[in-house]
């Protein structure tokens, strides 16, 4: 049999058991726009950690991050400890105090907390949707990128394939479509990726020494280090990938869906240093690549050659499998979450009037426009990680230090409950906040220096302008 014909099959199964679980769950996901979103924040530690995983380890990992490593070398370390490190931060710091709450999205969460003021909502839902719109985009591409070096196929017509297989299954069940899909795609990413790396890493013998020897024979040496490199550069690239994920609503959702502090916790911990190992290696099959052939035309091929020229094809199909489960669990992860916050924070708070059915409504129509925009995102963008860079930047540079200074500035020593705004943080300050910051991370000044500003005016102005009264939250219990 053909790699292609098995390709297809592999392809086909798959969609078909997706589909399969969509339709079990799609009665319990209408029930109301809480479980549709976050499950009713009783998902237990098994679906938690393999979602998280399976989300985390997708086609922009296993591609993206390879083309990456084919492209600047040992510099994109850097950029993956801080986004992948920063889900082991998350879980240190913020996943047990998310885990507390059921709030649908980062920007409900903000908005009862610490500013109460539904322009910000809207904002904040914004750019935290820009994350998951890129990473919707990211994933399809990653698939077209594939399928064209298995078989042959053009990458466009994959593209929108497997956008459509994403909308549907996402559209139908919400969260419990994720979390029940990820719970196999999980087990399969982790797996099989032991045999990914083996055979990928093994043209070096797994030897970081002989890898910059071979570097030096074609002529690139400076991919093997990071020695050279200013540290300006390598902060910028660590805080890019740190404060963008902080800022991405995929992981909050887990927090808000979990049953309770610990359970978001664990999860979130030990998929972080899961990532950490994996996506680092992936840069560096990257670089392995470029060793064995200098002159690709397209970095974004670097990691389907290597595995075309260098592994056997039962090897290939598992390799296969392996991204395929990967794409399809972050991008119905991601889909999802920005479908949600679009329908939760940007429509919700200016339509009071809408009923649980009809957010779900609103939301499932929301998945399919999200979906579709993401595939032609995805067929005009250059490169992967040009999808994601600018979406962290812009969201990472605004929104994180308005949420870290409205929660370490309070009002008084009381921890933080549902309903009680116990945060300085006024609307005008975290409207120019958030604004200042993302323009200037995305101007010539970088992130490092949208970070610094976008706190300091958060400060400032709140000291000079009104707050608001306390009981305008919707969220104070009775």
């Not at 109301?32 to 922009?60: E, H, K, Q, R």
């Not at 910059?212 to 990938?241: D, M, R, W, Y």
């Not at 993401?374 to 990472?396: D, N, R, V």
Request: hydrophobic fraction near 55%; proline fraction near 4%.
């Amino acid at each position: 049999m053909s790699l292609s014909a098995i390709v297809w099959i592999i392809t086909i199964v798959f969609c078909l058991i997706f589909l399969w679980i969509s339709l079990k769950v799609k009665d319990q996901a209408s029930e109301s726009f809480s479980n549709y979103a976050i499950a009713g924040g009783t998902l237990p530690i098994y679906l938690i950690l393999f979602t998280d995983v399976a989300t985390i380890m997708g086609a922009g990992n296993f591609v993206g991050h390879a083309a990456q490593g084919y492209k600047i070398g040992m510099l994109d370390i850097p950029f993956i400890i801080g986004e992948q490190g920063s889900k082991i931060i998350f879980a240190l710091i913020f996943a047990g105090l998310a885990g507390r709450f059921t709030y649908n999205t980062l920007s409900e969460m903000m908005d009862d907390l610490i500013v109460r003021d539904k322009f910000t909502r809207g904002l904040v839902g914004f750019l935290t949707a820009c994350i998951m719109i890129a990473w919707v985009g990211g994933q399809a591409k990653g698939m077209g990128d594939i399928f064209a070096a298995f078989t042959g196929a053009n990458p466009i017509p994959i593209i929108m394939l497997f956008n459509a297989v994403f909308i549907v299954y996402t559209f139908l069940g919400g969260i419990y479509s994720v979390v029940w899909t990820d719970l196999l795609q999980g087990i399969i990413v982790v797996v099989f990726a032991f045999i990914f790396y083996g055979y990928a890493l093994a043209p070096v013998n797994f030897s970081m020494s002989i890898l910059q020897q071979k570097l030096a024979e074609v002529g690139a040496a400076e991919l093997g280090t990071i020695s050279n490199v200013p540290f300006g550069v390598i902060l910028k690239n660590f805080v890019t990938g740190c404060f963008g994920i902080l800022a991405a609503q995929i992981y909050w959702q887990r927090c808000f869906a979990a049953k309770d502090s610990k359970t978001a916790r664990n999860g979130m911990l030990v998929s972080g240093i899961a990532a950490v190992i994996f996506v680092s290696l992936t840069a560096i099959v990257g670089i392995v690549t470029k060793t064995l052939n200098p002159n690709l035309a397209d970095p974004n091929q670097a990691m389907p050659w290597l595995m075309m020229n260098y592994t056997p094809m039962w090897v290939l199909a598992v390799v296969f499998t392996l991204i395929l489960a990967a794409a399809m669990s972050s991008a119905d992860s991601n889909l999802n979450s920005a479908a949600v916050i679009i329908a939760n924070d940007m429509i919700r708070p200016f339509a009071p009037h809408l009923n649980d059915k009809q957010l779900v409504k609103y939301t499932q129509y929301i998945t399919i426009i999200v979906g579709v925009f993401s595939a032609l995102a995805a067929i005009y963008s250059s490169s992967i990680i040009g999808l994601f860079s600018k979406a962290y930047t812009m969201a990472g540079g605004g929104v994180v230090p308005v949420l870290l200074v409205g929660l370490i500035w309070k009002k008084t020593g009381k921890p933080f409950e549902m309903g009680t705004k116990n945060s300085r943080v006024t609307p005008w300050g975290a409207r120019l906040g958030i604004i200042i910051g993302s323009v200037i991370s995305l101007s010539q000044l970088g992130i490092l220096w949208g970070v610094v500003i976008s706190a300091v005016v958060t400060i400032l102005v709140s000291l000079v302008t009104p707050d608001v009264p306390q009981n305008s939250s919707p969220y104070i219990k009775a």
